[in-house]
């Protein structure tokens, strides 16, 4: 079956601009999760959603980014007035109650 | 200090070596651990849990030794596919079992 996507795939941001990420997760899968992966760094975790509901966002930098899942399927990720410290990979991933999560391909930002 | 520690690497083996990465954690309420590959430019994926009475999957053997918070794991022949980054991931049970991640130990198996 179709695992989890994320549009798009690059995207170059010129500083202050706003940027939209999209997260597909695998159909039915109840929890949702941004990672921020930045080069030679190991993914870290930015927010998680169960259903539509946002249960943690601990993990956002700042209030410049912002996620939502409206539905309980499709995410998406903005962040606002971009930065260079945004350059990163951002990484969505889906689980249906294991443990084990999986990844879509990310969306790696560059911001100029 | 970060929550998971692991050396960076890279480790540069011949093939058929065998190779041993160490991963520490700082939280000692995390409850699940494992290690993650993840290929160069690409996502993350589940290699195999680890259990404290440890596992084997075939060449690779992964140990927890809860009183020291630290993981291990053992790659043995290594081959050239084995090349990648692994990921030392533990899990607290808070935000919906969220992932910690190492920050990758950088594995190049050479011909």
């Known amino acids: 079956g179709a695992g989890v996507s994320q549009s798009p795939r690059y995207k170059v941001a010129k500083r202050g601009q706003d940027v939209a990420l999209r997260c597909d997760p695998i159909?039915?899968?109840?929890?949702l999760f941004w990672y921020q992966q930045a080069l030679g760094q190991g993914p870290e975790f930015l927010t998680y959603?169960?259903?539509?509901?946002?249960?943690?966002k601990s993990g956002l930098p700042s209030d410049r980014f912002f996620a939502e899942r409206p539905e309980g399927s499709v995410s998406t990720l903005k962040i606002q007035r971009t930065q260079q410290e945004d350059s990163a990979v951002y990484l969505c991933?889906?689980?249906?109650?294991?443990?084990?999560?999986?990844f879509g391909p990310g969306t790696r930002l560059t911001v100029t | 200090r970060k929550e998971v520690e692991q050396d960076p690497g890279p480790f540069n083996v011949p093939e058929g070596a065998t190779v041993a990465f160490n991963c520490t954690y700082s939280?000692?309420?995390?409850?699940?651990f494992f290690w993650y590959r993840q290929d160069c430019r690409k996502e993350p994926k589940l290699l195999m849990s680890?259990?404290?009475s440890g596992n084997e999957d075939g060449r690779f053997t992964a140990q927890l030794n809860r009183a020291s918070q630290y993981i291990s794991l053992l790659i043995r022949d290594s081959k050239l596919s084995d090349s990648a980054t692994y990921l030392c991931?533990?899990?607290?049970?808070?935000?919906?079992?969220?992932?910690?991640f190492g920050g990758g130990t950088r594995l190049m198996v050479k011909p």
């Open positions: 991933a889906s689980t249906g109650g294991g443990y084990e999560q999986y």
């Open positions: 991931v533990v899990t607290t049970n808070n935000a919906g079992n969220m992932l910690t």
């Open positions: 680890v259990y404290s």
């Open positions: 959603f169960q259903n539509e509901a946002q249960l943690d």
């Open positions: 159909s039915g899968h109840v929890s």
């Open positions: 939280n000692s309420a995390s409850q699940s």
